[in-house]
């Protein structure tokens, strides 16, 4: 942590101690695996390289150019996506080393060294813009998030995603979801049973109770799921929920309810079924999710954090190295 760099980031503040906002168990388990990283990745350097590659540093930059390049926190955040570097840089050049001087979950100061990159300079290059995409959307999701479950502290609640995601970035933006220190919810329709209010229209909710009773047996019967949920938006609509058999359902979403509406709501839970959790929902802000937790819900759901993430900026130094001319 005591080399310096070139150039702009010369005069960079002295770097801090980093926090670690969550538990490296809990990320691991959130992450992917690595083949369907690669799998992502190859797409997203494609989008970059074409057919071509990098016909400007081919053209300039010798193969057998060597350099060390430092990858920079310009805003401070929370990071998000180590281990996607490192996949990166083994797919672009086997033969990159990549140091990690943070972990994710883990705070990052404006200014602040977080990878040290070394090996083929064509290949610092190569990866580069993919790298800092990457960095910079996930580690904004995961900040972002970080700022909302700092808000909820001293409550019951945790902040959970949504899948208003980015097409093609789902399984990372969840994964950056618990970086920030929130609760990844169902990564899709395959993984979960969630009637939301389409499912349920015109029905009253003595007649929604029944329905779901029966389509939550038949989910289970063909389906290994995570849990069953349900949305609603009225007290009656709980009402009956909460009266069904122990076990049925393990959670009831709160959709676009009042503070007023949502207190009755977890009055009525404690006293028919405590063991069902409260998820609200709709609208979220930074201005209400704190009054909304008070409430005594379990989890506040908030589209935000993925689909309103400010990104975080990263940039790449790169020390100086020799550009030897000539064919290779």
């Given at each position: 942590?005591?080399?310096?760099?070139?150039?702009?980031?010369?005069?960079?503040?002295?770097?801090?101690?980093?926090?670690?906002?969550?538990?490296?168990?809990?990320?691991?388990?959130?992450?992917?695996?690595?083949?369907?990283?690669?799998?992502?990745?190859?797409?997203?350097?494609?989008?970059?390289?074409?057919?071509?590659?990098?016909?400007?540093?081919?053209?300039?930059?010798?193969?057998?150019?060597?350099?060390?390049?430092?990858?920079?926190?310009?805003?401070?955040?929370?990071?998000?996506?180590?281990?996607?570097?490192?996949?990166?840089?083994?797919?672009?050049?086997?033969?990159?080393?990549?140091?990690?001087?943070?972990?994710?979950?883990?705070?990052?100061?404006?200014?602040?060294?977080?990878?040290?990159?070394?090996?083929?300079?064509?290949g610092i290059l190569l990866l580069e813009r993919t790298m800092l995409n990457l960095l910079g959307r996930l580690s904004g999701v995961?900040?972002?998030?970080?700022?909302?479950?700092?808000?909820?502290?001293?409550?019951?609640?945790?902040?959970?995603?949504?899948?208003?995601?980015?097409?093609?970035?789902?399984?990372?933006?969840?994964?950056?979801?618990?970086?920030?220190?929130?609760?990844?919810?169902?990564?899709?329709?395959?993984?979960?049973?969630?009637?939301?209010?389409?499912?349920?229209?015109?029905?009253?909710?003595?007649?929604?109770?029944?329905?779901?009773?029966?389509?939550?047996?038949?989910?289970?019967?063909?389906?290994?799921?995570?849990?069953?949920?349900?949305?609603?938006?009225?007290?009656?609509?709980?009402?009956?929920?909460?009266?069904?058999?122990?076990?049925?359902?393990?959670?009831?979403?709160?959709?676009?309810?009042?503070?007023?509406?949502?207190?009755?709501?977890?009055?009525?839970?404690?006293?028919?079924?405590?063991?069902?959790?409260?998820?609200?929902?709709?609208?979220?802000?930074?201005?209400?999710?704190?009054?909304?937790?008070?409430?005594?819900?379990?989890?506040?759901?908030?589209?935000?954090?993925?689909h309103s993430a400010p990104q975080i900026d990263f940039a790449m130094d790169i020390q100086s190295a020799p550009r030897k001319r000539?064919?290779?």
């Amino acid at each position: 942590m005591g080399e310096r760099t070139i150039g702009r980031m010369s005069n960079a503040r002295k770097e801090k101690p980093c926090r670690q906002v969550t538990h490296r168990s809990a990320l691991n388990a959130q992450l992917p695996p690595d083949a369907v990283l690669k799998k992502l990745l190859k797409n997203f350097l494609q989008e970059d390289l074409g057919a071509a590659g990098d016909v400007t540093s081919n053209a300039m930059i010798s193969a057998r150019s060597q350099a060390t390049a430092y990858v920079v926190a310009r805003t401070a955040g929370v990071l998000s996506g180590v281990r996607l570097v490192e996949l990166l840089a083994s797919m672009v050049r086997p033969t990159l080393t990549v140091r990690g001087m943070v972990r994710d979950g883990e705070r990052v100061c404006e200014g602040q060294k977080v990878f040290c990159i070394s090996g083929s300079l064509r290949g610092i290059l190569l990866l580069e813009r993919t790298m800092l995409n990457l960095l910079g959307r996930l580690s904004g999701v995961a900040t972002f998030t970080n700022t909302f479950a700092t808000q909820v502290k001293g409550t019951k609640a945790r902040i959970r995603d949504t899948r208003k995601t980015t097409p093609g970035l789902r399984a990372l933006e969840k994964y950056a979801v618990v970086c920030g220190g929130g609760v990844s919810h169902r990564a899709g329709l395959f993984d979960a049973f969630l009637a939301k209010d389409n499912h349920v229209a015109g029905l009253t909710p003595r007649r929604m109770a029944h329905d779901i009773h029966q389509a939550i047996i038949a989910a289970y019967r063909h389906n290994t799921l995570k849990f069953a949920m349900v949305e609603v938006d009225t007290l009656d609509q709980l009402d009956a929920l909460l009266r069904l058999p122990n076990g049925v359902i393990d959670a009831i979403l709160l959709d676009n309810m009042s503070l007023v509406t949502l207190r009755k709501a977890v009055a009525l839970r404690d006293r028919l079924a405590p063991g069902v959790q409260l998820e609200a929902s709709g609208g979220v802000t930074l201005k209400t999710v704190a009054a909304i937790a008070q409430c005594g819900v379990d989890f506040v759901s908030v589209g935000a954090i993925t689909h309103s993430a400010p990104q975080i900026d990263f940039a790449m130094d790169i020390q100086s190295a020799p550009r030897k001319r000539g064919r290779s």
